[in-house]
């Protein structure tokens, strides 16, 4: 954050997924290479970060295949409601859905 501004999209998107009750397709495999790891970037200034060098890989099109049906992960919803809560420095106490929504709302209230 500068000047006491959010400026990122990321936390957003999440917020806004959560909201509107979205999903999103994680693949299995890491399909981005992160090239803004240096002393110069907004966010990513540790070249050393264990992110910076993730291997990543090709999606292969045409061995795709779409599922039939479409449901949540219930289990990578709640290491993400952690996630988010504990980078926001909350206590991550296996909160619901609409309780990590309020949450996110206060804490952002109060960065206003």
Avoid at 26 to 46: E, Y
Avoid at 68 to 82: K, Y
């Amino acid at each position: 954050m500068a000047d006491n501004k959010i400026d990122t999209w990321d936390h957003q998107w999440s917020f806004t997924c959560r909201r509107e009750n979205w999903l999103t397709a994680i693949p299995k495999r890491n399909l981005v290479t992160n090239i803004g790891f240096s002393t110069d970037a907004t966010h990513t200034k540790d070249a050393a970060n264990p992110l910076a060098d993730r291997v990543s890989y090709t999606l292969d099109t045409a061995a795709l295949r779409h599922p039939r049906v479409i449901l949540p992960d219930p289990g990578l919803e709640q290491a993400t409601s952690h996630y988010i809560l504990s980078i926001m420095g909350m206590k991550t106490d296996a909160p619901s859905q609409k309780n990590v929504i309020r949450r996110v709302k206060d804490w952002i209230r109060a960065l206003r």
